[in-house]
């Protein structure tokens, strides 16, 4: 399986952006993508998850309301769109996939990752 991630860039403070992630190779019926970030010196953090039937979707608190998390099983792929971006949401994003049916917040549950893209918000 490869995730080929891509989006990212510089915003202002305020302002949107929209990461995708392809998912190619073996890829199950039933798995979980999902969505998380790493800002220097911190631990790489869970944003937001969703199930392959794309109805139920998990988000962390300080995201909830700002960011959209949804996928197109045709296409193989999951989009994280991200509005009113904030300074503290600058960190290295990272798509990733848990073939497991049961969602988890913690990175080591999952199997796969694609390459990091860098958020950059300005104030």
């Known amino acids: 399986v490869q995730l080929q991630a891509s989006g990212g860039g510089l915003v202002q403070a305020g302002g949107s952006l929209r990461l995708s992630c392809a998912a190619s190779?073996?890829?199950?019926?039933?798995?979980?993508m999902g969505w998380f970030r790493q800002a220097p010196g911190k631990e790489r953090e869970f944003v937001a998850a969703?199930?392959?039937?794309?109805?139920?979707?998990y988000y962390e608190d300080s995201v909830k309301g700002r960011f959209t998390i949804s996928r197109d099983n045709a296409k193989n792929t999951v989009y994280l769109q991200m509005n009113s971006l904030k300074p503290e949401d600058t960190a290295v994003y990272y798509c990733?996939?848990?073939?497991?049916?049961?969602?988890?917040?913690?990175?080591?549950?999952?199997?796969?990752w694609g390459r990091g893209n860098q958020v950059t918000v300005s104030s």
């Open positions: 990733a996939l848990d073939f497991s049916v049961v969602f988890s917040r913690t990175p080591d549950k999952y199997d796969y």
């Open positions: 190779g073996r890829t199950s019926s039933s798995y979980v």
């Open positions: 969703i199930i392959r039937s794309g109805i139920v979707t």
